[in-house]
């Protein structure tokens, strides 16, 4: 009622809201974790007149609390609460608040707690919804007043509002520390997968593997299909005792995650019942293991351990190792195949056959090349490639990018013959590396590019359109490197669009920026990505096939496959060449299907 005299009741209930507020106000403008929980210790003291208190938080792995922040508690209170023991416990159990007069005398008092310290107690939980963030309390000393109701009340509104700060703080540590690990593996990456030489990327990739997740003891196994055993590929990195040991598969860690591709953590390795029995007892105590894979291939194995007093492995470690496991994967498939080229090369170059040597590295080059087209909901791929001297400066690529997307390569390495394609597979290297994680296509080929002109491969340059396809919302995010401009045709449209972007050819000058664009495609629109091999495709007479002539095919079979189209624009060129064609020709038909 206007005008009535408010009672002490309600000033005293004003007072409770107005620091509350402050308190909340306070809490909510604070985004460190550790700062936040000193702040609401002192703010739960302060705010119920107690002697002292703290803040259990809630270890969801263990399943127990840990008094991570105290204020004037001895260190022999301090200890961690398994659920059900003493207040702390029931209060997790309950999720409940709970008051005390006299915790001494309290029957369910936690043997833990030292006597004569702690007279009356409040302790409420902090949980945002369902979900379970730990518990706050305030304690005075023996021959204190007593906790009052009101003063229960208090704590839990105190504990609510502290619940939404806590929260928003983790969310903060989780996303500096998301931040902190894309780093570090963008570094990672980065260090490993400019190496070809195979010696020295798994030298790195161990050390790096092992910074990554404070491990030692780091160690890649490799199959040795001769002696069909897993064996140390950097023994440095080992002990003596292990270094000349070898695994079959299923047999120890190493072993076992090899056979089921598995990724597992072993909180106690000589305890463990599939330990492999010549690895000496008290060697390894905590380890963890990430396959390698390569599409369907897997190349080995990651192993690390820790020493027994340090923190166990957590979901946390497996899932930075096994991300980096996946970069870890490109470089070494890549570091493979390059040494295999130069093998075989070195090989031929032995025996003075030419053609032995472009046999040879026409079956690595092909390797390199998509085993198979994407299958797309809604959408049909095609492509095609060959080489006019049996090894090719073209390639072209496609692979799945976060968000359920697709990325499309295609390239035109200035050259032709083995050093091409070894420039080429070495592009390869670096596309993937720097577009398979999702980054915008115009950050990602620029990095690229840097790189390509830091290493040895600088005096080479090459052309490269880059398009990034989100086959949900119909749209192609794209770059152009100084490639031929894709065409795109949509039905019922007599003019044939070409996909302008603007930007210089990789590998020319540093610092490059390419322009960025995006297209839509409706229903039924195809776009056709090619390399110059099918317009500059000569007749005996030095005449070109041209550009014209292929937009004139693709009008022609705009409502066929993008098979047959890409079949019968081939088989017309080998006519108009008279069968010998005198470039690379490389084409991706992209197709949405009509509705």
Known sequence: MDGQIPTADDLRRQSTFRQLQEFSNKLLSQLELKPLLESMASGVVEFLDADSGGIYLYDVQRGELDPVIHIRQPEEALYVVKPGEGMAGRVMQTRMPMKVDDYDQWPGRNPKQPRGIVGAVVQAPVQKGDEFLGV??????????????????????????????????????????AAQELSSLYETSLEITRQLDIP????????????????????????????????????????????????????GLSGTVFSTRKA??????????????????????????????????????????????DPAFNQDDLR??????????????????????????????????????????????????????????????????????????????????????????????AGKGVPAAVFMAFCRTLVRTFCMDGRPPAEAIQRVNDLILADSFSEWFVTLFYGLLDPKQATLTYVNAGHPRPLL????????????????????????????????????????????????AMDSSGRLFEERRIQAALKKLIHEDPSVILNTIQEEIAAFSGGVPNDDLTAILLKRKAE
């Open 200 to 251: 020295v990327v798994l030298e790195r990739m161990i050390q790096r593997a092992e910074n990554l997740v404070h491990g030692f003891y780091g160690q890649f196994y490799t199959f040795d299909k001769q002696r069909q055993v897993l064996v140390p590929a950097v023994p440095g990195h080992l002990p003596p005792a292990l270094r000349t040991v070898n695994m079959k598969p299923g047999e």
């Open 320 to 413: 930075l190792l096994t991300l980096f496991a996946s970069q870890a994967a490109v470089a070494v498939a890549n570091a493979q195949q390059y040494g295999e080229l130069q093998q075989l090369y070195a090989q031929v170059r032995e025996k003075e056959s030419l053609e032995s040597e472009i046999r040879v590295a026409h079956t690595i080059q092909s390797s390199l090349l998509p085993r198979r087209l994407p299958k797309i909901a809604g959408w049909d791929v095609a492509a095609r490639w060959s080489a006019a001297k049996g090894v090719s400066g073209d390639f072209y690529d496609c692979f799945p990018v976060p968000g359920e997307r697709w990325g499309f390569i295609i390239a035109d390495v």
């Open 136 to 177: 706050i309390f305030a304690e005075r000393k023996p021959k204190e007043p007593p906790f009052s109701e009101e003063d229960l009340e208090k704590l839990q509104l105190f504990a609510s509002q502290a619940a939404i700060a806590i929260s928003n703080a983790q969310l903060y540590e989780e996303a500096k520390r």
């Open 489 to 536: 045709l949509r039905p019922g449209k007599k003019r044939i669009a070409r996909l302008r972007a603007d930007g210089i050819a990789l590998g020319v000058v540093h610092g490059i920026r390419l322009e960025q664009k995006v297209v839509e495609l409706g229903p039924g629109d195809l776009v056709l990505f090619y390399t110059d091999g099918m317009s500059e």
């Open 264 to 309: 597992m953590i072993i909180n106690d390795y000589d305890a463990w019942e599939n330990r492999a029995t010549n690895t000496p007892l008290g060697l390894i105590r905590q380890a963890i293991a990430i396959p390698v894979e390569h599409g369907e291939r897997i190349l080995g194995v990651i192993a690390l351990s820790r020493r027994k007093n």
